[in-house]
Protein backbone atom coordinates (compact mmCIF):
# COMPACT_ATOMS: atom_id res chain seq x y z
CA UNK A 1 0.00 0.00 0.00
CA UNK A 2 1.15 3.61 -0.22
CA UNK A 3 1.49 3.99 3.71
CA UNK A 4 3.46 1.12 3.89
CA UNK A 5 5.15 2.44 0.54
CA UNK A 6 5.90 5.79 2.38
CA UNK A 7 7.49 3.89 5.74
CA UNK A 8 10.07 2.25 3.23
CA UNK A 9 11.05 5.32 2.51
CA UNK A 10 10.97 7.08 5.57
CA UNK A 11 13.29 4.08 7.02
CA UNK A 12 15.83 5.47 4.83
CA UNK A 13 16.25 8.45 6.77
CA UNK A 14 15.95 6.51 10.28
CA UNK A 15 18.93 4.74 8.98
CA UNK A 16 20.99 7.61 7.99
CA UNK A 17 20.65 9.43 11.47
CA UNK A 18 21.56 5.90 13.15
CA UNK A 19 24.37 5.59 11.24
CA UNK A 20 25.64 8.70 11.44
CA UNK A 21 25.70 8.17 15.11
CA UNK A 22 27.22 4.32 14.99
CA UNK A 23 30.36 4.98 12.40
CA UNK A 24 31.79 7.22 14.55
CA UNK A 25 31.46 5.57 17.93
CA UNK A 26 32.75 2.05 16.56
CA UNK A 27 35.95 3.70 15.02
CA UNK A 28 36.55 5.01 18.38
CA UNK A 29 36.07 1.88 20.20
CA UNK A 30 37.63 -0.45 17.75
CA UNK A 31 39.44 1.01 15.10
CA UNK A 32 38.49 1.51 11.83
CA UNK A 33 39.24 -1.76 10.25
CA UNK A 34 37.77 -3.75 12.83
CA UNK A 35 34.48 -1.71 12.96
CA UNK A 36 34.39 -1.84 9.15
CA UNK A 37 34.76 -5.48 9.09
CA UNK A 38 32.24 -6.25 11.95
CA UNK A 39 29.70 -3.57 10.39
CA UNK A 40 30.43 -5.14 7.26
CA UNK A 41 29.95 -8.63 7.82
CA UNK A 42 26.70 -7.71 9.85
CA UNK A 43 24.84 -5.72 7.20
CA UNK A 44 26.20 -8.39 4.68
CA UNK A 45 24.51 -11.14 6.27
CA UNK A 46 21.44 -9.49 7.41
CA UNK A 47 20.55 -8.18 3.83
CA UNK A 48 19.87 -11.47 2.63
CA UNK A 49 18.47 -12.83 5.69
CA UNK A 50 15.03 -12.40 4.61
CA UNK A 51 15.45 -14.22 1.70
CA UNK A 52 17.09 -16.75 3.28
CA UNK A 53 14.19 -17.88 5.97
CA UNK A 54 11.14 -17.02 2.79
CA UNK A 55 13.31 -19.89 1.31
CA UNK A 56 12.95 -22.24 4.78
CA UNK A 57 9.36 -21.01 5.07
CA UNK A 58 10.51 -19.21 8.21
CA UNK A 59 8.56 -16.30 7.39
CA UNK A 60 5.00 -15.07 7.77
CA UNK A 61 2.56 -15.21 4.18
CA UNK A 62 2.60 -12.75 1.84
CA UNK A 63 0.15 -9.75 2.26
CA UNK A 64 0.58 -9.50 6.01
CA UNK A 65 1.44 -7.07 8.35
CA UNK A 66 4.15 -9.25 10.35
CA UNK A 67 5.53 -10.09 7.19
CA UNK A 68 5.74 -6.06 6.31
CA UNK A 69 7.17 -5.19 10.03
CA UNK A 70 10.14 -7.45 9.14
CA UNK A 71 11.22 -6.22 6.36
CA UNK A 72 10.74 -2.47 7.64
CA UNK A 73 12.91 -3.47 10.46
CA UNK A 74 15.28 -5.27 8.49
CA UNK A 75 15.54 -2.44 6.18
CA UNK A 76 16.53 0.13 8.68
CA UNK A 77 18.85 -1.61 10.57
CA UNK A 78 20.50 -3.30 7.06
CA UNK A 79 20.81 0.43 5.69
CA UNK A 80 22.00 1.87 8.80
CA UNK A 81 24.66 -0.78 8.63
CA UNK A 82 25.81 -0.14 5.23
CA UNK A 83 25.69 3.81 5.53
CA UNK A 84 27.99 3.33 8.75
CA UNK A 85 30.60 0.95 6.40
CA UNK A 86 30.82 3.14 4.33
CA UNK A 87 31.66 6.17 6.18
CA UNK A 88 34.33 4.31 7.94
CA UNK A 89 35.47 2.84 4.11
CA UNK A 90 35.72 6.14 3.03
CA UNK A 91 37.80 7.55 5.97
CA UNK A 92 39.84 5.04 5.55
CA UNK A 93 41.01 5.96 2.22
CA UNK A 94 41.62 9.41 3.70
CA UNK A 95 44.13 7.69 6.31
CA UNK A 96 45.68 6.07 2.58
CA UNK A 97 45.78 9.28 1.14
CA UNK A 98 47.68 10.87 4.15
CA UNK A 99 50.38 7.61 4.07
CA UNK A 100 50.85 8.33 0.60
CA UNK A 101 51.51 12.03 0.67
CA UNK A 102 54.01 10.84 3.89
CA UNK A 103 55.83 8.33 1.26
CA UNK A 104 55.88 10.35 -1.67
CA UNK A 105 55.45 13.99 -0.64
CA UNK A 106 52.05 14.39 -2.99
CA UNK A 107 48.57 14.95 -2.48
CA UNK A 108 46.59 12.16 -4.48
CA UNK A 109 43.38 12.37 -3.45
CA UNK A 110 41.68 12.33 -6.97
CA UNK A 111 44.09 9.40 -8.22
CA UNK A 112 42.61 7.55 -4.82
CA UNK A 113 38.64 8.60 -5.16
CA UNK A 114 38.66 8.07 -9.25
CA UNK A 115 39.66 4.29 -8.11
CA UNK A 116 36.71 4.25 -6.35
CA UNK A 117 34.87 5.76 -9.04
CA UNK A 118 35.82 3.70 -11.14
CA UNK A 119 35.00 0.28 -8.71
CA UNK A 120 31.81 1.52 -8.39
CA UNK A 121 30.67 1.75 -11.95
CA UNK A 122 32.35 -1.87 -12.13
CA UNK A 123 30.19 -3.56 -9.59
CA UNK A 124 27.02 -1.90 -10.91
CA UNK A 125 27.71 -3.83 -14.06
CA UNK A 126 28.70 -7.08 -12.34
CA UNK A 127 25.67 -6.50 -10.32
CA UNK A 128 23.56 -5.96 -13.57
CA UNK A 129 25.51 -8.91 -15.40
CA UNK A 130 25.33 -11.05 -12.32
CA UNK A 131 21.49 -10.52 -12.42
CA UNK A 132 20.83 -11.63 -16.00
CA UNK A 133 22.98 -14.55 -15.33
CA UNK A 134 20.28 -15.28 -12.24
CA UNK A 135 17.07 -13.89 -13.83
CA UNK A 136 17.91 -16.54 -16.59
CA UNK A 137 18.87 -19.85 -14.62
CA UNK A 138 15.58 -18.60 -12.91
CA UNK A 139 13.65 -19.06 -16.36
CA UNK A 140 11.66 -15.30 -15.50
CA UNK A 141 11.64 -13.73 -18.93
CA UNK A 142 10.57 -10.12 -19.47
CA UNK A 143 7.32 -8.90 -19.20
CA UNK A 144 6.20 -12.05 -16.58
CA UNK A 145 3.79 -10.83 -13.93
CA UNK A 146 4.97 -12.18 -10.31
CA UNK A 147 1.63 -14.62 -10.00
CA UNK A 148 2.88 -16.42 -13.31
CA UNK A 149 6.35 -17.38 -11.89
CA UNK A 150 6.73 -20.66 -10.87
CA UNK A 151 7.67 -21.90 -7.28
CA UNK A 152 11.03 -23.24 -8.78
CA UNK A 153 11.46 -20.03 -10.70
CA UNK A 154 11.69 -18.08 -7.33
CA UNK A 155 13.29 -20.22 -5.16
CA UNK A 156 15.88 -20.18 -7.96
CA UNK A 157 15.90 -16.48 -7.66
CA UNK A 158 16.14 -15.94 -4.52
CA UNK A 159 18.66 -18.49 -3.65
CA UNK A 160 21.06 -16.81 -6.54
CA UNK A 161 20.78 -13.46 -5.27
CA UNK A 162 21.06 -14.31 -1.18
CA UNK A 163 24.29 -16.74 -2.61
CA UNK A 164 25.88 -13.80 -5.06
CA UNK A 165 24.98 -11.04 -2.46
CA UNK A 166 26.94 -12.89 -0.08
CA UNK A 167 29.80 -13.50 -2.05
CA UNK A 168 30.66 -10.59 -3.29
CA UNK A 169 30.22 -8.95 -0.39
CA UNK A 170 32.80 -11.39 1.38
CA UNK A 171 35.57 -10.34 -1.56
CA UNK A 172 34.55 -6.90 -0.46
CA UNK A 173 35.43 -7.83 3.30
CA UNK A 174 38.59 -9.62 2.59
CA UNK A 175 39.88 -6.68 0.29
CA UNK A 176 39.34 -4.47 3.57
CA UNK A 177 41.15 -7.35 5.59
CA UNK A 178 44.32 -5.51 3.59
CA UNK A 179 44.02 -2.15 5.14
CA UNK A 180 47.36 -1.86 7.85
CA UNK A 181 47.00 1.82 9.08
CA UNK A 182 46.20 1.30 12.57
CA UNK A 183 45.10 4.50 14.37
CA UNK A 184 48.09 4.79 15.87
CA UNK A 185 49.97 5.12 12.93
CA UNK A 186 47.19 7.78 11.44
CA UNK A 187 47.93 10.00 13.95
CA UNK A 188 52.02 9.67 13.79
CA UNK A 189 51.35 10.39 9.81
CA UNK A 190 49.30 13.31 10.90
CA UNK A 191 52.11 14.27 13.33
CA UNK A 192 55.13 14.09 10.64
CA UNK A 193 52.92 15.92 8.23
CA UNK A 194 52.03 18.74 10.43
CA UNK A 195 56.09 18.25 11.01
CA UNK A 196 57.14 18.98 7.24
CA UNK A 197 54.53 22.18 6.71
CA UNK A 198 56.18 24.07 9.55
CA UNK A 199 59.41 22.94 8.37
CA UNK A 200 58.59 24.10 5.26
Known amino acids: SSKQISGLTAAVYVSSILALVLAPLAGRMFGKKKAAIAIGLLAFTIAPAPVIARQFGLLPPNGTEALYMIVLSVTVVDLALIIAYQMLAASMVAD ?19 GISFMRKLAQGVGVLSASFILAAAAITPGIRSAEASEQAVRTLGWGYALTLLSLWMVMILCISFYRISRE ?16
Open 185 to 200: DHERNLRELASRETTE
Open 96 to 114: IVEENELATGRRSEGIYFA
